[in-house]
């Protein structure tokens, strides 16, 4: 275990993950083994987030070591596809009884990867560890070992027993597995300079093939996919590769920061998700590739396969915009996925009223805020009462979610649409952005929602649960309008760090009676941020609110670095530096400054300056709040 | 009549057991307000949250004590009275259920220990309804997690009965794992048709039927009441289904008083035969005209599909009970069951009317039905992958159904569930013979040696 727990301290040390940085060396070392809440918690274990890693790799197998909950209760449930081998649905498992947990379980172990080397001989075999032969201390390395020694097929252990944390640190440690003993073994049979990998892209619903296609087209090979449709030949010499993109921002970091360490791969962090995204993630592999050697005509053809497929998918889904005017989106998913999917849904026209946040990082956040204005709603944690009501004050005619939420929707008879891993449909690149489109448009106007929407003949449809429900809501929010104290408390009462379980008027009180500045500060003081350490964006946020100026963010901050004295200059730039129109690339300061100089007093006259709310107009109500924020005080003195 | 076996290999093939704390899990599911929790790492819930979630269509109630590799080591006291502490004031919850895993049962927590301490600590939980069941993965299946619940909730909730008279009325029902919330629909109807006031211990019908709820809802959305269940006593009759249940029967028997009788079967025309007449029997009516029509119905049926599923070679792979009762009745109508595999250990098994039985997966159950020609396959979702292969008529049953809409309301009891059953069964076959089977000039060219029977087996 000695060389796992290791492994997982380099995991919790990475530099790329903007979590970490997030946290001091000592909780670093504590690592995540504090943040899951006993009856609290509902996300994998990290088993699950090395196999979900792993398995999409389509030719090898996969085994599970472990008793049989780990495996059978779980195996084939995932949309990965495959051009090739099925192998990786095959489920192999030792199921390991009480006589194995008395007398270890290394023996069926071995034999195990000896049966299926016999029948199924395939390149290669994954060997999981789970949480019961981890405890009894089964040695998966040392078998690995002598069976690739005895058999000559390589045999990759993936250390990762689910106690040792939650799905994404699987995803880590299924990295450094691959990274430890898969890639650079083999040599591909020959290289170009248009090579790339794709890390973090698992091929769910097919989807890469909605973007291989355009590769395919512009003479770019993908050497390997980690890990969608990947074959284990591909991902072993995928080392030679030119240059990298990262697909899932937080997934599999490790892998594309440590492969440029090691073999000088250039990577960038993209997406496929929304046009815009597509062409910049198109433009940015053809600007890696040409600095790494290729022909600079390459991004000739790559504008000019852009500018093609951008209208085609343009011209699709401007029948939809009419359709879409005055639709109103909830999104409810977590990391990477927020932003990306925000940007395509403006697109095609929708409003977004919110998104949720509960797992994206202050990056995340950042450029949610970029996306949708300062005034987005980022949903931390809704309870199901609250999604239900943000649907129903329609504030919202459509959820889209992942599926664990979906019955929220369902039963609240609205329309929703899965955009998680379960889902069955394919939303990547220019293609999957029509059919997204078309799905939501689908969902829209089915007519099945009047129909389930019709209270049973019998029902006095005043008593219906839903109405009640909502009444209650109303009835909690108006006994906290009419009573401030007790107003005050539920507003102090909220949960700010989930794993300590810390509320804002405990930070509050701590900032006020201490005179914090930082978060460090908050967490000597209340604890709060010392767990996962996801809640510091939200402490930065209470600074802001009461007006403490907060120390730089910690993605500055290194670790060794003395407190850095808070700069309002910066934090100034920073806010005029914000997008207040996304399509003509208008910032706040730009608009604040022509207000002021040139004294202009409405939209119109915005619009006409500066192109801003000339393009999708969805920032109307961002520009109007500026204009209100920045002309009231005039207003108030011509009054005077 | 069946020799039951277990294959010597190292490696499961594409499991068809599940494990039996999420078995426990489901059976606390068919009670009102519940939560069901595992002492474990947060994936053992997960997985199990999961599948149900792919099988029902419905949101899953489960939590987790989601413990980490320290607290593994050093002992899982705080983890579970944390989630206690955190589900009771969280969810409101009428009753916490908990099932031991693999990993808190390798440690040996003493779980029933723990709940006596966190009772003494917390008063306001010392008269809270917990329930704990040791159910490690590494031992027994889906189906005994199932029992052994059931068992313990009897044990821990029924109050013992008092001498005062007994209503002649009220029926305890105790299903086994192997009924959709479908069919216990199906018999409560049946029953309440002879008079009788049937309550099911667990009652999946009520919470995992897709019932619109009356509001959102972190537990069950029905289920039977923890003080329903502490009135079973009152009950004059107990019916068993499955053979899973006996265990159940005794322990309500000793509880009550009351004893038990048991089904094993309830798909096909004798199991029901019985099954009606001990309900005329107990309620003192006669059997309704609509049950009397339903007989007459299923025998057409039978008529009907034995010229489709007679001769069938069988493959099939499910738990005891459901083997047992679907596998029965596809012999009574002719077909052949020549591979079978199941997950754990039941007296039924020996008396399935097959040459072997394995205790095994879906590779044993798919290398077999290639050996042996089968022409029919029954097993849950995973069979598809074998299915494909081997490129026969497939029927899908038991848990997980997650590619297909409507595995909460597959019949297989009453005679109406096995009539609909036979149609099922029969059309599947109809199907694969026009697409598959139509014969061609060529179809007997070989003679004798290659008569039409054959013809199924060569694709």
Redesign the interface.
């Known amino acids: 275990m000695s060389s796992l727990s290791a492994t997982i301290q380099e995991v919790f040390n990475e530099p790329g993950c903007a979590k970490n940085q997030n946290k001091s060396e000592a909780e670093k070392k504590k690592g995540c083994t504090k943040q899951l809440q006993p009856g609290g918690a509902a996300g994998g274990c990290a088993f699950d987030g090395a196999k979900i890693a792993l398995q999409p790799f389509t030719d090898v197998a996969h085994l599970v070591h472990g008793p049989i909950a780990c495996e059978g209760n779980s195996w084939d449930n995932r949309g990965a596809k495959s051009s090739g081998s099925n192998l990786w649905r095959t489920s192999f498992t030792t199921d390991i009884n009480e006589t194995d947990v008395v007398f270890g379980g290394e023996k069926r172990l071995f034999k195990s990867i000896k049966e299926i080397i016999e029948k199924y001989d395939p390149p290669a075999i994954f060997v999981y560890q789970t949480c019961v032969p981890a405890m009894i201390g089964d040695d998966i390395d040392a078998v690995c070992k002598a069976a690739k020694e005895k058999f000559g097929t390589p045999v990759i252990p993936v250390n990762s027993p689910g106690f040792v944390g939650p799905k994404n640190l699987g995803n880590k440690l299924a990295g450094e597995a691959i990274l430890d003993h898969v890639i650079g073994t083999q040599e591909p049979e020959y290289t170009t300079p248009y090579d790339i990998n794709i890390i973090g892209e698992y091929n769910l619903s097919g989807e890469l093939w909605q973007i291989k296609p355009l590769l395919d087209e512009l003479g770019i090979r993908i050497l390997a996919c980690i890990s969608g449709d990947g074959k284990y030949k591909d991902v072993a010499s995928s080392h030679r590769a030119k240059a990298a993109m990262m697909v899932c921002s937080k997934a599999m970091i490790n892998v594309a920061r440590k492969m440029e360490e090691r073999y000088g791969i250039p990577f960038f962090e993209g997406s496929f998700y929304g046009i815009e995204d597509s062409s910049d993630s198109l433009r940015e592999i053809a600007r890696m590739l040409i600095e790494r050697g290729a022909d600079a005509e390459l991004m000739e053809r790559t504008e000019a396969l852009i500018a093609r497929e951008e209208k085609k998918a343009w011209d699709a889904i401007a029948k939809f915009k009419p359709r879409f005017a005055g639709k109103k989106v909830l999104l409810i998913t977590g990391g990477v996925k927020s932003w990306s999917v925000v940007a395509a849904l403006q697109e095609a026209g929708l409003d977004l009223v919110g998104t949720s946040v509960k797992k994206s990082t202050k990056e995340d956040k950042e450029r949610i805020k970029e996306l949708m204005g300062q005034d987005a709603h980022m949903i931390e944690d809704m309870t199901p009462r609250e999604m239900y009501k943000m649907l129903k004050d329609a504030k919202a005619d459509i959820m889209l979610s992942g599926g664990r939420s979906q019955f929220i929707a369902l039963k609240a008879a609205m329309p929703w649409l899965d955009i998680n891993q379960e889902r069955h449909h394919a939303y990547m690149g220019y293609v999957g952005m029509v059919k997204l489109v078309e799905e939501i448009d689908k969902a829209l106007y089915n007519p099945v929602w009047e129909q389930v929407r019709k209270p049973a003949p019998w029902d006095n449809p005043e008593n219906s649960w839903q109405n009640r429900a909502i009444a209650e809501m109303e009835a909690e929010a108006a006994a906290l309008a009419a009573d401030p104290v007790k107003a005050e408390a539920a507003r102090r009462a909220k949960k700010i760090c989930n794993c300590k379980s810390v509320d804002l008027g405990t930070i509050e009180d701590a900032v006020k009676a201490h005179a914090l500045t930082t978060v460090e500060g908050v967490r000597e003081h209340t604890h709060a941020s010392s767990g996962c350490g996801a809640c510091s964006g939200r402490i930065e946020e209470i600074f802001e609110a009461m007006g403490v100026v907060a120390a730089p963010p910690p993605a500055q901050a290194a670790p060794p670095a003395p407190e850095i004295a808070p700069d309002p200059l910066a934090a100034e730039l920073k806010r005029r530096a914000r997008k207040a129109c996304g399509c003509k690339n208008v910032t706040v300061g730009t608009i604040e400054d022509l207000v002021r100089e040139k004294g202009l007093k409405n939209i119109a006259e915005v619009r006409a300056a500066t192109e801003a709310n000339t393009g999708c107009g969805n920032c109307e109500e961002r520009i109007e709040s500026l204009l209100d924020d920045l002309l009231a005080p005039a207003a108030l003195e011509a009054a005077e | 009549m069946a020799i039951v076996t277990v294959p010597k ?7 068809l ?3 039996q ?2 078995g426990g899990a489901l059976a606390f599911m068919g009670v009102r307000k519940a939560m069901p ?1 595992l002492h ?12 149900f ?2 099988h029902f269509k ?2 899953i109630p489960m ?11 050093l002992g899982g006291y ?3 009275e ?6 009771y004031n ?1 969810t409101k919850p009428e009753i916490i259920g908990i099932c031991s ?3 808190t049962e ?2 040996g927590d003493d779980v029933d220990g723990y709940i006596k301490l966190i009772r003494d600590k917390h008063p306001q939980l010392a008269d809270f309804p917990m329930v704990y069941v040791s159910t ?4 027994d ?1 889906f189906q005994d997690g199932w029992e052994k619940t059931v068992a313990k909730m009897v044990e821990a909730l029924v109050a013992p009965a008092a001498d005062k008279e007994k209503d002649q009325a009220r029926v305890n029902v105790l299903p086994g794992c192997h009924l959709t919330p479908g069919d216990l629909d199906e018999l409560r109807t049946i029953m309440e048709d002879f008079g009788l006031k049937p309550a099911f211990l667990p009652d999946l019908a009520a919470s995992l039927d897709g019932h ?5 809802s ?1 537990t069950t959305i029905g289920g039977i009441g923890v003080e329903e269940i502490a009135t079973m006593g009152a009950a004059a009759h107990t019916i068993c289904i499955g053979a899973q249940m006996r265990r159940a029967g005794e322990a309500m028997a000793q509880k009550t008083g009351t004893d038990f009788r048991l089904f094993e079967r309830l798909c096909g025309l004798e199991p029901n035969d019985t099954f009606i007449m001990h309900l005329s029997q107990i309620s003192g009516r006669p059997v309704p005209l609509k049950y009397r029509r339903q007989r007459g119905q299923l025998v057409d049926a039978m008529l009907d599909g034995h010229f489709h599923l007679g001769g069938r070679k069988v493959a099939m792979g499910a738990e005891p009970d459901l083997l047992y009762d679907v596998g029965s009745f596809l012999h009574e109508m002719g077909g052949h069951l020549l591979s079978v595999v199941t997950t754990t250990h039941s007296p039924v098994l020996e008396r399935l009317p097959a040459d072997e039985v394995l205790i095994g997966d879906l590779e044993d159950l798919e290398t077999r039905a290639k050996e042996r020609g089968c022409d029919l396959l029954l097993t849950h979702s ?1 069979g598809r ?1 074998a299915a494909a292969r081997l490129h026969i008529p497939f029927y899908r049953i038991g848990i997980p159904m ?1 590619d297909r809409l409507g595995a909460g309301h597959l019949l297989s009891v009453g005679y109406r569930g096995t009539r609909d059953l036979v149609f099922h069964l029969a059309n599947l076959v109809m199907a694969d013979h026009d697409e598959n089977h139509e014969p061609t000039p060529q179809t007997w060219a070989g003679g004798a040696a290659h008569a039409p029977g054959a013809a199924h087996t060569s694709h």
């Open positions: 290999k190292a490696c499961a093939v594409n499991p057991k599940m494990s704390p999420i929790l474990g790492s947060q994936g053992c819930t997960s997985f199990g949250l999961v599948l979630v792919r419905e949101a939590q987790t004590t989601a413990m980490s590799e320290v607290a593994t080591v705080e983890n579970v944390q989630a206690i502490l955190n589900i969280r895993t693999g990993v390798t440690k490690p993965d590494f031992k299946a619109i709820p009356e509001d959102f972190p995973h992958q997650f």
